[in-house]
């Protein structure tokens, strides 16, 4: 993997103004947030989980809490069984719109994460960590959002999600980062992407229709 030093101190100081900025500019926002969530089933405002960070060092990731405490915290949703019965009312919306991930701005701020990187894999996802390994897409830092998720997020299968991930890894430059996060706004407001307890939900759909 081609290093690119100029890049990654650019990058770096994004993160770190950027991130500052928006944790001020969102405080009462994120507060309000913390409030619903807490009203709205017990347990901690914050849900806190094992990923894989730059290297595949283990780093704590923050998120607002959008599913009941009696869930398992180490099981991707897509090997949830029903899914959408574990997500709470407010996690449904807060899911939906990905306000849940805008805790992730204390992860860049502390060089955890970056704004635009492959997402986080969880600790014992094994099988995308060995693919991510394919195109090194563990050797750089993950991100709050990345090719793969403005490209399918959700419906993506593993090998289709690394193999983006790969890409980016060799695509990777300060302006084709700040036009992810550009892309990445809109497919927010679209919701695109976003199918609670399916990963390769694309390729279902289309298996399906085929029957």
């Known amino acids: ?13 994004f993160d770190l103004f950027c991130s500052f900025l928006a944790i001020i500019l969102l405080a009462l926002p994120m507060l309000i947030v913390a409030l619903a969530v807490k ?4 347990g901690p405002v914050f849900f806190k989980q094992d990923r894989v960070g730059k290297n595949k060092k283990i780093f704590k990731i923050l998120k607002f809490r959008s599913m009941y405490v009696d869930t398992d915290p180490n099981a991707p949703t897509h090997q949830l069984d029903h899914a959408n019965a574990h997500i709470t009312k407010v996690g449904k919306f807060i899911r939906k719109t990905s306000i849940d991930e805008l805790p992730q701005l204390f992860n860049i701020f502390a060089g955890q994460m970056s704004f635009v990187g492959p997402r986080p894999a969880l600790w014992n996802q094994d099988d995308l960590i060995a693919e991510r390994d394919r195109y090194h897409a563990n050797d750089v830092k993950p991100g709050l959002t990345g090719l793969a998720q403005i490209s399918g997020r959700d419906e993506l299968e593993i090998p289709v999600k ?3 991930d790969g890409e980016y890894v060799e695509k990777r430059g300060f ?9 990445t706004v809109f497919s927010v407001f679209r919701h695109e992407g976003v199918v609670e307890g399916g990963t390769g939900e694309l390729h279902k ?4 229709e085929k029957q």
């Open 205 to 208: 759909n289309d298996t399906s």
């Open 39 to 42: 009203l709205d089933s017990k």
């Open 162 to 164: 690394a193999k983006f």
């Open 1 to 13: 993997m081609k290093k690119k030093p100029i890049y990654s101190f650019f990058k770096r100081a």
């Open 175 to 183: 302006f084709y980062d700040i036009g992810l996060l550009f892309r």
